[in-house]
């Protein structure tokens, strides 16, 4: 429940009308969800889709969807950069 409640906290603000929901993906194991954190979620109007418990490693929506398309693009500009003889990328940059 307070990862819920934390959850709630820091996307709440983000919302552009107080009708709109936010999407939480879980992992559909059933020691991960209960009727308290269902309960909350139907108040808070936080959409949540439950994974097959178990099979979120085969899934791994973050991973496909957002992680490797970043990490494409990443090694794509360091390699030209490394190309072109530079050879360290401090963080900020």
Request: glycine residues 4%; positive net charge; hydrophobic residues 40%.
């Amino acid at each position: 429940m307070n990862w819920i409640k934390h959850f709630n906290a820091r996307t709440k603000p983000l919302l552009v009308s107080p009708d709109d929901y936010r999407v939480l993906l879980c992992d559909g194991h059933g020691s991960h969800i209960s009727a308290a954190f269902i309960s909350y979620s139907i108040q808070n109007r936080i959409d949540v889709i439950l994974l097959p418990p178990h099979f979120s490693h085969l899934l791994q929506p973050l991973d496909v969807g957002v992680l490797r398309p970043l990490k494409s693009a990443t090694a794509l500009r360091q390699s030209r950069l490394f190309r072109s003889g530079i050879r360290r990328v401090e963080k900020i940059e």
